[in-house]
């Protein structure tokens, strides 16, 4: 049955059988074990034969499983070794042993699929979830979609629009570069053990036509902009850039969850110049 995005998924009946394996905190492991959210996942992706699939964290392989019976060749990126082990024994899966904050995607296209556009999905460790999407926005031109499993939290922070209590560096760093849209959300007695907090789906698509920025820099201005989301911007965004010489034009008379992703954007490339007279200082 099809199940409208943006609705909880439930059904305790559903719940997979969990291989024995002691989940790792310092992993952040909570594995996936709800048959109806894995196949809610499934569909949201619609995985075709030739995609070249990677799947970050995939713990005991609620979603691997599905993904292989759909296409040819599956990589997936399982930092715990004990995991990784058992996963080789699987059938037309690559199992990358590895840090995915330390994983060149572009090379990984190239060596597993030939150069071809990426589709990464996982059930990322929420405590890490924040870092590894930076991580993926550098290599955005070699990924066609991602779909995660998200703390709820940060899947609302991702996708929140200006004037929103949820908007923020997140959502402008982000949304420069990726189309965004949260599908589902998930309990916690989806997972075993179960987490504390409420998850999300989320689907990412990578912008075609996109403003290229310095992303270092980009970040530095957006997070002095939110560094006291109550002032108006003046007292903050405002004499950053008159350190920086600033002379164009930019309303400061806002608070800074007021200020569009296209806004922050232009004011990047404006103050891009400037970017080397700073280093020089």
Known sequence: MNRPWGTTVRNASSRQSVAHHIPRKRFGQHFLADAAVTDAIVRAIRPEAADAMVEIGPGLGALTRPLLERVERLTVIELDRDLAARLRAWPKLHVRQADALKVDFRALAETDFG?????VCGNLPYNISSPILFHLLAFAEAI??????LQKEVVDRMVAAPCHKDYGRLSVMLQWRYA???LLDVPPEAFSPPPRVQSAVVRMRP????APLDVAAF????RVAFSQRRKLLRHTL??????RGFAGRFDVQRRAEEVPVAEYVALAGATRALAGTEGER
Not at 115 to 119: D, E, M, N, P, S
Not at 144 to 149: A, E, S, T
């Open 144 to 149: 066609r979609d991602q779909h995660f499993m």
């Open 219 to 222: 970040s530095d201005l957006v």
């Open 180 to 182: 965004m849209e949260k």
């Open 115 to 119: 150069g071809a556009q990426l589709r």
């Open 207 to 210: 912008h075609a036509a996109f």
């Open 238 to 243: 405002g004499r950053w850039l008159e350190e």
